[in-house]
């Protein structure tokens, strides 16, 4: 499996060198919709290009940030065109099962607007928390301001990994996770801070 995932690495790497910033737009874009391609394989690797004098740094950021963006802008006008009951009984069809759904709906309506930017910084959580922002009919400038700046900071963290990595699998995955860790922690703690300045805004507002 890790044989296939460093195969996958190095092909991908190939095509983005050969086809560049429009190709690194386009993977970014799938990813970020309802379809699930892995961020990691295709930031790391244009990276490792931009270490090699390949890839201009600022444009393959700007690349993947847009394509992010891009890409979470699809399932912010489906779930806001077809609405709640229809994306329930068919998400399944674009790989967004009920429960998962539920998952993220609660993420979202728990933590409000900062989701729709912390969101983009969590596995298993970024592809999919465009949806209950286009439910609940979120501004669209905001829905745009908080994609960017948690595209950016993850993009950003995916290509100094392959700048300071290189094709070395080993070094990928052991700084990943750690990376990773390291966004969640801070994440929680940035969530725990916003909510109790949430509470204590409420409390003064409620007392006048």
Not at 143 to 160: E, H, R
Request: proline share 3%; hydrophobic share 50%; glycine share 8%.
């Amino acid at each position: 499996m890790d044989d296939l995932i460093f195969n996958i690495l190095g092909n991908i790497t190939q095509i983005i060198e050969h086809y560049k910033y429009i190709i690194i737009f386009l993977l970014m874009a799938v990813e970020s919709s309802v379809i699930p391609f892995p961020s990691e394989l295709v930031m790391i690797p244009a990276g490792y290009l931009i270490y090699k004098g390949k890839l201009s740094f600022m444009y393959a950021l700007l690349s993947g940030i847009l394509g992010s963006v891009a890409g979470a802008l699809v399932n912010y006008y489906l779930a806001r065109t077809i609405g709640y009951k229809m994306l329930y009984k068919y998400g399944k069809f674009f790989l967004i099962p009920p429960h998962k759904l539920e998952k993220i709906e609660k993420f979202f309506f728990k933590h409000g607007a900062i989701s729709t930017f912390s969101g983009r910084l969590i596995p298993g959580v970024r592809q999919y928390i465009s949806f209950p922002a286009g439910l609940a009919s979120m501004s669209l400038k905001k829905f745009i301001f908080y994609t960017s700046l948690g595209s950016a900071i993850w993009v950003l963290v995916l290509v100094i990994l392959g700048l300071i990595c290189g094709n070395n699998e080993l070094l990928i995955k052991e700084n990943l996770k750690l990376v990773t860790l390291i966004i969640i922690t801070s994440l929680s703690i940035m969530i725990i801070i916003y909510s109790l300045y949430n509470k204590r805004r409420n409390k003064i507002v409620t007392n006048f």
